[in-house]
């Protein structure tokens, strides 16, 4: 799951959210809300589930790469910043009735020393068939 730890606004809101931010919500969990993908959407609302555990990745970023780990703690439900039309994710042609996004909570599980970076990612050959080196700007993958 991709997340950006650097400052970035959205309808002027800072939509930035890093693996320390995650770790310091309550009770180290938050909805993984925002997600305007198809694909990224059928994954969080029919693949994810309680108890899998995700790598969590920050974009956007000077080093982008692994951050840490996290675990689903509630699996897909709608994502209500769709509805709210002062959210920077808000979308006016879902609603509440047929709601067009889905999202899940997840819980810190851990923060690596380092970062494991995407170029170290992809310079290793065990690694070359993961879908993060593969198709990149997918923010949610299996």
Known sequence: MKAEPESRLVKGIDVKFSIDDLRQMENSTS???GV???EARNILRD????GDKVL?????CKTPGIAGTATIVRE???DHTAFNSSHPYFDPKSNADAPKWFMVDVQFETKFKNILTLAELKNNDKLRNMTLIQRG???VQP
Request: glycine share 4%; aromatic share 24%.
């Open 56 to 60: 969590f990745y920050h974009s956007n």
């Open 36 to 38: 305007r993908n198809y």
């Open 31 to 33: 909805h993984w809300d």
């Open 47 to 50: 693949q994810m589930k309680v």
């Open 137 to 139: 700007r997918l923010s």
């Open 76 to 78: 897909g439900y709608p």
